[in-house]
């Protein structure tokens, strides 16, 4: 397994080229699933969550060509992926798959809506909460799928196609709207879907799915308007920048003192954190193609930050931005609201010196503490790349271990900060 070794103490400078977002890449990978005809998706990262997904994929029988890397209009390199779907050939996805990655399970809505069947894994444990699919197979029921749960399988049919409705989540889920918008996509009249996710990769999944011609009307509003189409045709779609990436390295940055330009990041798309970082005394200038964060000398204040859906702070950055209040010159409260069990990161930056004390789902991080190098191990995705950053702004080294975590989601980690000036390295073994 490999992990991460850190010398910290380097400042970051230089040019980080934001990739392509994860989150928007999966579902619009899915996506291919409702037409015959070819998507074509550019920007896409280059991490295992995507290749997870295309083992998936091409088991239905999706054909998948890699057309080599494009430079994009700011020089950064994005691969373009061809989907083709002429023809589904399985509509199981089995456990061995789904269990790799929770997104997975985001298949059900496209197989049903084209083939009228589908027979998904559940997904199963998950390091950050429970996350139940109960509104995944409340709101297909409500599209007239039946569906019953036998031996750890989603086993779902609607004879004659699926049928337009009005549906209203009971709690807002990203995964949930993604995949009730493409599932409305192709059935029968109009769906309205309410208390829907804002995020901004839902958006971007809309914006794909009208380019392939679905009729989608308030994506990015709470309330989503879908027309269902017979049929759906191919498409190209640029996916859109990662504000999660964006958000780690600004935070890294922050840590660590430096200027580092965000090259093809949205400030639009995490304004909330960005905010955060100004109230925190962090330099962000936001630029036409990028953004440019800045620490020189002045330290960090403590600010308090709840999680939230977008356009709130985002929990997919909560463990990056504790990492940076331990250095802040004061206490600071972290509430988390999304997942009940997204803490991990507490107990292994305690082995870098942070000093954290949890009451429920609300954390106080004393700062500022002097953080050293230890060894700590890589809990879920976000969690470790918190670790990275605790490491870069300690003293001494700092081993992550098992980064498989971190491959799921950062593209080239360790090339993007050592080209800033991070001594950073991956240890194969
Ligand atoms: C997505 C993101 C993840 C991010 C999360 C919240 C992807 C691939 N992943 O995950 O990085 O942390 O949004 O922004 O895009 N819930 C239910 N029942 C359901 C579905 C969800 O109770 O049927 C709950 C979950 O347990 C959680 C909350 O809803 O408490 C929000 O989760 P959700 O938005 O669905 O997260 P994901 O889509 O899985």
């Not at 691969?79 to 997975?104: C, Q």
């Not at 139940?132 to 004659?160: H, Q, R, T």
């Amino acid at each position: 397994m490999d992990s991460i070794l850190v010398r910290g103490g380097n400042k970051l400078n230089g040019v980080i080229p934001i990739s392509g977002a994860k989150n928007a890449t999966l579902p619009l990978m899915i996506a291919s699933l409702l037409t015959s005809e070819e998507l074509i998706l550019e920007n896409v990262p280059h991490l295992a969550d995507v290749e997870s997904l295309v083992r998936i994929l091409t088991n239905h029988g999706v054909d998948y060509q890699v057309k080599g890397k494009r430079k994009n209009h700011n020089g950064q390199q994005g691969r373009n992926i061809h989907f083709k779907a002429s023809e589904i050939v399985d509509t199981t996805a089995p456990y061995d798959l789904v269990s790799k990655m929770r997104a997975s399970f985001w298949v059900i809505g496209p197989l049903l809506a084209r083939m009228h069947k589908a027979k998904v894994s559940l997904p199963g444990g998950c390091a950050i909460g429970t996350r139940p699919v109960d509104m995944f197979i409340e709101s297909l029921e409500a599209f007239g799928a039946k569906i019953n749960i036998e031996n750890g399988y989603a086993i779902a049919s609607a004879e004659g196609g699926l049928v337009g409705a009005e549906f209203n989540f009971s709690k807002v889920s990203v995964g949930a709207t993604h995949v009730a918008l493409m599932a409305a996509t192709l059935a029968k009249g109009k769906t309205v879907l309410s208390n829907c996710a804002r995020e901004p990769e839902v958006v971007d999944l809309a914006n794909c799915l009208i380019a392939m011609g679905a009729k989608i009307e308030g994506a990015g509003t709470s309330v989503i308007t879908i027309n269902g189409v017979e049929a759906l045709h191919g498409a190209r779609h640029r996916v859109l920048p990662d504000r999660i990436e964006t958000g780690t390295y600004a935070m890294a940055v922050a840590m660590t003192g430096g200027d580092v330009f965000l090259q093809g990041a949205q400030a639009s798309l995490l304004q909330n954190a960005l905010d955060v970082l100004v109230k925190a005394g962090v330099g962000i200038e936001e630029k036409n193609d990028g953004i440019r964060v800045t620490r020189n000398g002045a330290g960090i204040k403590p600010v308090d930050i709840t999680t939230e859906p977008f356009p709130g702070f985002p929990t997919d950055l909560q463990a990056q931005f504790m990492a940076l209040m331990t250095i802040a010159e004061g206490d600071s409260k972290i509430k988390e609201t999304i997942f009940e069990n997204r803490f991990m990161h507490v107990q292994e930056l305690a082995r870098l010196g942070a000093n954290i004390t949890l009451d429920g789902q609300t954390a106080t991080v004393h700062g500022p503490t002097r953080l050293t190098g230890a060894t700590v191990m890589a809990t879920d995705l976000r969690a470790s790349v918190s670790l990275v950053m605790a490491g870069l702004a300690g003293e001494g080294e700092t081993t992550v271990t098992r980064v498989y975590h971190l491959d799921r989601g950062f593209e080239h980690l360790e090339q993007k900060l050592s080209a800033c000036g991070a001594d950073i390295q991956r240890l194969s073994s």
